[in-house]
């Protein structure tokens, strides 16, 4: 689940030396550096303090929906509908607390109550998702694409419900400051983030309830003869996922400082390719929090540095999609040689 086993190989020479970086829990870090030090000298302003601080101000609520991303993940799974989740909690929690009409408007309630709106959302839509695959057996592609479809839809409506334009906005200030604002120098959603970050990694590596979301990508049968209660296990990470996008929507919705329905609505490539590309795989059973955290990097950099070269959105896209398809080759072969040693 962690570093994969390199004692017993035969190799030697370049073969060992590749054979280490690719099973390295750091490649991806190393990768990050390498590729920032190669396109510094055509894009000098990549090292700027402003370049720095738009970069982590873009990895931020990527990250923490990745995270969320990345349990599910490690059992086998996908979520899909992380995108509708953050767009419906995004409108769900501006129709509260927004100044124009809103239903705790001008309320001291008005920020805690359409945090906790937005929570609701993601807990329940995760729990759905979570039941659809546990309880009636369904692939989670399909669970997550139709709830993606569906509640992708249903925020539009919900917008056109409570406002004649195209997102709700007037938001308080006190909740405009967790995407905006800093506490001690530090932005309040590093803090956010980093607190969630810190959770999930301690989930993963110090509870049995990480234990058995490992188990269970690994062979849930065999996790089921262990007595692993696999249902609740799995459900758990789809819980998660959809509590992970609904606390993102919260970072992206006070950064806006609007609610829209179409929020997050084209990162869903940059949240898988993020995980994957960090080393999770797809096959389930081998993750960690760190290793998303090194792919959100290394896809954002991507991201940046491509925009910074004046390459159009198609070819960032292309680009972009490579990278991810190379990382999921990566993976596979990865598969391929652990199952050999």
């Known amino acids: 689940m962690s570093g994969l086993p390199m004692a017993g190989t035969r190799s030697t020479g370049p073969r060992r030396l590749l ?19 190669a396109v510094v000298p055509f894009v000098p302003q990549m090292a700027s ?15 923490m ?50 945090m906790l709106a937005m929570v609701a959302v993601g807990l329940a839509i995760g729990a759905f998702n979570g039941f659809c695959v546990t309880r009636l057996g369904m ?43 800093n506490m001690g120098g530090v932005p309040n959603a590093l803090w956010v983030v980093a607190a969630v970050g810190i959770a999930a990694h301690l989930v993963l590596a ?37 509590a992970c996008a609904a606390v993102a929507s919260i970072l992206y919705t006070g950064r806006l400082q609007t609610g829209t329905p179409i929020l997050g609505q084209t990162i869903l490539l940059d949240i898988i390719g993020a995980v994957v590309i960090g080393g999770t795989s797809l096959f389930g059973g081998k993750g960690k929090v760190l290793w998303t955290v090194f792919g959100v990097l290394f896809l954002v950099l991507l991201d940046t540095s491509l925009k ?15 990278v991810i398809l190379l990382a999921a080759v990566i993976d596979a072969v990865r598969t391929r040689f652990a199952a050999r040693l």
């Not at 054979?19 to 030090?37: D, I, K, N, P, T």
């Not at 909690?89 to 124009?100: H, K, L, N, W």
């Open 65 to 114: 929906v990745a995270i969320g991303q990345t349990f599910v993940l490690i059992v086998a799974g996908i979520d899909l509908s992380v995108t509708s989740i953050i767009a419906m909690a995004s409108v769900v929690g501006a129709s509260v607390m927004t100044g124009d009409g809103g239903y705790l408007a001008d309320s001291a309630l008005a920020v805690p109550g359409a």
């Open 308 to 322: 910074m070269l004046g390459m159009s959105l198609f070819s960032v896209f292309a680009i972009k999609g490579a």
């Open 206 to 242: 110090r509870t049995a309830l990480g234990r058995r979301l490992y188990a269970c990508g690994q062979n849930r049968n065999a996790a089921a003869v262990a007595g692993v209660p696999v249902a609740r296990v799995v459900a758990a990470a789809f819980l998660i996922s959809g």
């Open 19 to 37: 054979r280490h970086l690719l099973f390295s829990e750091y490649l991806v870090l190393y990768l990050s550096v390498a590729y920032f030090a």
């Open 139 to 181: 692939p989670p592609f399909i669970v997550t694409l139709t709830t993606m479809m569906f509640f992708s839809g249903a925020a539009i409506w919900f917008t056109t419900f409570h406002t004649e334009t195209s997102s709700i906005a007037n938001l308080p200030q006190g909740f405009v400051a967790l995407g905006q604002g």
């Open 49 to 63: 303090a402003e370049v720095m601080r738009n970069i982590l101000s873009d990895m931020l609520p990527l990250l």
